[in-house]
T-cell receptor
């Protein structure tokens, strides 16, 4: 059973460009979470999605950031007009439904804005 | 979710048991204790969780005090690969929801 997959693993963007980060949850998981880890800082929750729905986006910056989890395909975290402060590791996690709520994390995407 | 307190760092000799404490004095009756770890630059890894009984799996044991105000994660025979930041998280189990990570404990296993 493949784990959570994220791509690309490394992404370099110039200031002002767009960054698209993809996350494929574990097979059978319908809940996806995005977390961000700034250099030398802890993990911070950004957004929680189920298929086609955003459930909790309380950690998402109000501008330039958006997320989706379409009926078919991976979840996408999109950052428009990137700035240097967006440089970070972005981790995706997934969980199933029911009482087993452990979240399983992907390897992360390291975004560098030059 | 209740707040947790962990020591910022700990050392342990390879082959010995590593005991990582966590205080969660404001934990509610319906909140579970979860442990994750993050090995350098990798995605966090789920370790174990429990409500009030002690739990054991292939990775670790979780000991929760009777009053549930603190817990200890035990890695019975620590190896160099167990060097990581360990996070203790308290959360309600019902309904999928976000994880709130604190600063965790940076555990260093020494040869």
């Amino acid at each position: 059973n493949a784990g959570v997959m994220q791509n690309p693993r490394h992404l370099v963007r110039r200031r002002g460009q767009e960054a698209r980060l993809r996350c494929s949850p574990m097979k059978g998981h319908s809940h996806v979470y995005w977390y961000r880890q700034l250099p030398e800082e802890g993990l911070k929750f950004m957004v929680y999605l189920q298929k086609e729905n955003i459930i909790d986006e309380s950690g998402m910056p109000k501008e330039r950031f958006s997320a989706e989890f379409p009926k078919e395909g991976p979840s996408i975290l999109r950052i428009q007009q990137v700035v240097r402060g967006d440089s970070a590791a972005y981790f995706c996690a997934s969980s199933g439904s029911g009482s087993s709520l452990e979240q399983y994390f992907g390897p992360g995407t390291r975004l560098t804005v030059t | 979710d209740a707040k947790t307190t962990q020591p910022p760092s700990m050392d342990c000799a390879e082959g010995r048991a590593a005991n990582l404490p966590c205080n969660h004095s404001t934990i509610s009756g319906n909140e579970y204790v979860y442990w994750y770890r993050q090995i350098h630059s990798q995605g966090p890894q789920y370790i174990i969780h429990g409500l009030k009984n002690n739990e054991t799996n292939e990775m670790a044991s979780l000991i929760i005090t009777e009053d549930r105000k603190s817990s200890t994660l035990i890695l019975p025979h620590a190896t160099l690969r167990d060097t990581a930041v360990y996070y203790c998280i308290v959360r309600v189990a019902r309904g999928a929801q976000k994880l709130v990570f604190g600063q965790g404990t940076r555990l260093t296993i020494n040869p």
